[in-house]
């Protein structure tokens, strides 16, 4: 990107140190883990002589540009620290563990004290309550529905539908590491004593072979709770899950969608909402380039509602900036096209000053050479890739150095294979019981299968410690419940849901650039929390957006 490249960089390190002396200028209470804290886009009404009422910007399931700010400058609400909470010592795996021990006994308790007090749990009306006004009607469960479906004495099942083969196969290797700490797991005691099996089911990415293997794991395996890949395969078949009463927990997308526990309240995500992401890649924009506002702005968007999602959730920050973004050309492409040569040509004439991958899988690596190719690093301002494609190994690399200086809203994720996490005591752990099971551990996404293991095993443990035992209403009490330290996510970035008032377990990210030389994601600036920030999303899956 010649000397626009060495102005970013300039750029990019004052944006850092407006992070920083924002930081210091706030409370020294501005680190928490908990997740009670409202929403920074709730509007404040007054009478004659007091505060205006505030506008709400956000795009639902996604931060508003003014909360994505705050949450920037270090001026968010306050969450409420818990003074009483000893200290661990995460630089060690017995310090990491101590410290998940402690969170989950705080969940039991909690829970626990609230089922005894006849708050929470299922009461005698067939209603299951929890935090914050969530309810499920168990009433409405199918006359075959077992609350203990899936579990026996001796082992829980866990059924999952990923892509192991297709444009998106690379994304197969997360069910890979997934079963390799269930396995650690099972070698270790189990959950409450049991063998978890994880049942995975290859469907290429395409959504009619998701609602088959739904259909089948449902129907015919008795699986405890279900986990599925991809927004349009999770979009086609989370109705039928939610209808079944079956827990749908940390499914492998950020589709805001999955923020919704009225609606449907068996299912949450685990990563950043790609509406979150499209607003962030706005905020970074107006901070880092300023001199050259308003720009031009190009995403190469996967063509389905995947795709859509991070399309209408630029496309509306877009719309709401004028001053900032002047013009905005999404350009889709074909989930199973072999080049996006023509695709790119495209953009290359619109002149773009911006350039965003909105897609997944390999047309991430695609897209990185393509815009190399067709000359287009030399004229950008900045390119960005998406959280989704954040592995080194499967999408970084193979660009070789077509790759460095690209930048990313990751999501607050850590790759194991990432020099700078590579010594980390839970990455060693994870990287060693990946190769004891004959695992390359160089392939960084067998190590994303514990990002998304580590919760949902961590939530099983608290179901299993509540009155009742391991149930599937309480593992689902547990996941709207959970307040967790994430050993796979940076620090400073809360995991946590409440209830019917806050679905997003990650609404924090770093801002990063890629070093191709050194194989690493370089972190600009502090990560960005706005946990509790981001209002929960209805989809409409019929025009898309939330209603």
């Known amino acids: 990107m010649g000397i626009r490249r060495n102005l970013l960089r300039l750029l990019a390190v004052l944006f850092a140190f407006a992070m920083v002396a924002a930081a210091c200028g706030s409370s020294d209470d501005g680190d928490s883990s908990s997740s009670s804290s409202e929403s920074d886009t709730t509007a404040a009404h007054s009478d004659d002589g007091g505060e205006e009422e505030e506008e709400d910007t956000s795009i639902g399931g996604g931060l508003s540009q003014d909360a994505a700010e705050k949450a920037i400058e270090g001026d968010g609400e306050e969450e409420a620290v818990d003074e009483d909470a000893p200290t661990f010592d995460r630089s060690t795996l017995e310090g990491i563990w101590e410290e998940a021990a402690y969170n989950r006994q705080k969940m039991i308790d909690k829970i626990t004290a609230k089922m005894d007090a006849g708050e929470w749990g299922v009461g005698d009306d067939d209603i299951l309550r929890g935090p914050e006004g969530f309810e499920i009607n168990i009433g409405d469960c199918p006359a075959d529905w077992s609350n203990t479906g899936g579990v026996t004495d001796s082992e829980i099942r866990i059924g999952h539908t990923t892509a192991q083969s297709g444009n998106l196969a690379a994304y197969g290797n997360i069910a890979v590491g997934w079963d390799n700490y269930l396995q650690w797991i099972n070698a270790n005691g189990g959950i409450a004593g049991r063998d978890v099996t994880l049942l995975v089911k290859d469907d290429g990415y395409v959504a009619a072979q998701t609602i088959e293997f739904i259909d089948e794991l449902i129907e015919s395996e008795n699986v405890f709770t279900l986990l599925t890949l991809g927004s349009p395969n999770t979009l086609a078949v989370y109705d039928k899950i939610n209808d079944e009463c079956i827990p749908h927990p940390f499914v ?21 909402s790609y509406s979150t992401e499209a607003i962030l890649w706005g905020t970074w924009i107006k901070s880092n380039l300023a001199d050259h506002l308003p720009v ?64 997944a899988g390999n047309p991430c690596l695609l897209a990185i050479q393509e815009v190399e190719a067709a000359g287009l690093l030399e004229d950008l301002l900045v390119a960005f890739t998406p959280s989704v494609c954040k592995g080194i190994a499967a999408y970084m690399a193979p660009a070789g150095m077509a790759a460095d200086e690209w930048w990313i809203v990751g999501g607050g994720g850590k790759d194991t294979t990432d020099p700078k996490h590579i010594d980390e005591p839970f990455i060693k752990f994870v990287n060693e019981n990946l190769a004891d099971g004959g695992l390359d551990p160089a392939i960084s996404l067998y190590g994303i299968g514990y990002a998304y293991g580590y919760p949902h095993a961590e939530a099983m443990r608290v179901a299993a410690e509540l009155p009742g035992g391991l149930t599937r209403t309480n593992f689902i009490l547990a996941v709207r419940n959970i307040d967790i330290y994430a050993p796979m996510t940076l620090d400073g970035i809360t995991t946590a849901m409440n209830g019917a008032v806050d679905g997003y377990f990650v609404e924090g990210s770093d801002f990063s650039q890629f070093d191709a030389t050194e194989q690493t994601w370089n972190m600009v600036g502090d990560v960005v929390d706005a946990n509790g920030a981001s209002p929960n999303c209805a989809w409409d899956k019929d025009n898309g957006g939330c209603r």
């Open 296 to 359: 031009k702005v190009a995403g190469l968007v996967m063509d389905n509602d995947f795709g859509l999602a991070y399309e209408l959730g630029f496309d509306a920050y877009a719309e709401g900036n004028p001053d900032v973004v002047a013009e905005y050309l999404p350009v889709r492409h074909d989930p199973a096209a072999p080049t996006l040569t023509n695709e790119v040509t495209t953009i290359a004439a619109f002149e773009p000053d911006v350039f965003i991958s909105m897609t």
């Open 252 to 272: 492998m997308t950020g589709h805001p969608a999955w923020g919704d526990p009225v609606n449907h309240p068996w299912t949450t995500g685990l990563q950043l």
